[in-house]
């Protein structure tokens, strides 16, 4: 599986844990994949990083007062990159995507917002000002590859185009397996579209999903279970590595990604 380039405009560039629970977010992805978690920010309802060797691989924060019951969930979420927040919103709107968040800066930190794209899916923009984004991908430990299953590919692939500059590279385009990927002017691929329609449940969204790398899929599957996570999904060769589905410790859903056993 390639590296995603966080600093590809359009690209994804941070992902963040909404957790019931920040503490045992804290200690479960600690013990799984080594990070550690700094303070977090007052300012910023809690807001706190994850580090892996020292560096910001992801943030997370708990619940904050007043929020509403549907965005209560655990989760995980990716941003897209841009250069221009309030530009990228707007062409959100005109291309039929809907405003959770509008544009807000942090600090001196970036510009932050939220939108959902027309298949439903919520979507992360970050503006990056002092902070850059993630600081790895496709190492162990760290993000890997980041996936929207959605039940209207055709429509979210015209929108990720047009509004977030995506070259768009059909992989599949059959009723069996309907696939996409972003793929970066130099090349690269960023991240994959999946024609979810055939089966994700009535009461599923579309989402967008985070993959993370390990060393072991069998092995780092055993032990979320054993740190009180969930399989959802036992690994699985593939082309592009041995995939499974897991929850952590409060129900938050993501994929990891090792080598194949075959």
Request: charged content about 20%; overall charge negative.
């Given at each position: 599986?390639?590296?995603?380039?966080?600093?590809?405009?359009?690209?994804?560039?941070?992902?963040?844990?909404?957790?019931?629970?920040?503490?045992?977010?804290?200690?479960?992805?600690?013990?799984?994949f080594g990070w550690t978690a700094d303070a977090g920010s007052e300012e910023f309802g809690g807001y706190f990083n994850f580090l892996r060797a020292g560096e910001q691989i992801a943030g997370g924060i708990?619940?904050?007062?007043?929020?509403?019951?549907?965005?209560?969930?655990?989760?995980?979420?990716?941003?897209?990159?841009?250069?221009?927040?309030?530009?990228t919103v707007a062409a959100v709107t005109e291309r039929g995507g809907q405003v959770v968040a509008p544009p807000m800066p942090v600090a001196d930190l970036g510009v932050f917002a939220v939108v959902l794209?027309?298949?439903?899916?919520?979507?992360?923009?970050?503006?990056?000002?002092?902070?850059?984004?993630?600081?790895?991908?496709?190492?162990?430990?760290?993000?890997?590859?980041?996936?929207?299953?959605?039940?209207?590919?055709?429509?979210?692939?015209?929108?990720?185009?047009?509004?977030?500059?995506?070259?768009?590279?059909?992989?599949?385009?059959?009723?069996?397996?309907?696939?996409?990927?972003?793929?970066?002017?130099?090349?690269?691929?960023?991240?994959?579209?999946?024609?979810?329609?055939?089966?994700?449940?009535?009461?599923?969204?579309?989402?967008?999903?985070?993959?993370?790398?390990?060393?072991?899929?069998?092995?780092?599957?055993?032990?979320?279970?054993?740190?009180?996570?969930?399989?959802?999904?036992?690994?699985?060769?593939?082309?592009?590595?041995?995939?499974?589905?897991?929850?952590?410790?409060?129900?938050?859903?993501?994929?990891?990604?090792?080598?194949?056993?075959?």
């Open positions: 599986m390639p590296k995603p380039d966080s600093t590809v405009a359009g690209g994804p560039t941070w992902i963040d844990l909404m957790t019931s629970d920040p503490e045992a977010a804290r200690a479960f992805y600690g013990e799984l708990g619940y904050q007062p007043g929020m509403p019951a549907e965005a209560v969930a655990d989760r995980w979420s990716v941003y897209l990159r841009t250069d221009d927040a309030e530009k794209d027309p298949g439903g899916a919520a979507i992360g923009l970050w503006q990056p000002g002092t902070h850059p984004g993630f600081a790895k991908v496709g190492e162990p430990g760290a993000p890997v590859w980041f996936e929207l299953f959605t039940r209207d590919f055709a429509a979210v692939l015209d929108f990720y185009r047009d509004a977030f500059g995506w070259t768009v590279q059909v992989v599949s385009d059959t009723d069996e397996f309907r696939y996409a990927t972003l793929v970066s002017a130099t090349g690269e691929q960023q991240a994959g579209v999946m024609d979810a329609s055939s089966f994700l449940p009535a009461e599923a969204p579309s989402s967008w999903w985070v993959y993370f790398n390990v060393e072991d899929a069998d092995a780092a599957l055993a032990k979320i279970v054993q740190l009180g996570g969930k399989a959802i999904r036992q690994p699985e060769d593939t082309p592009y590595g041995r995939l499974a589905e897991a929850a952590d410790a409060t129900g938050a859903p993501f994929k990891i990604m090792g080598p194949n056993k075959g």
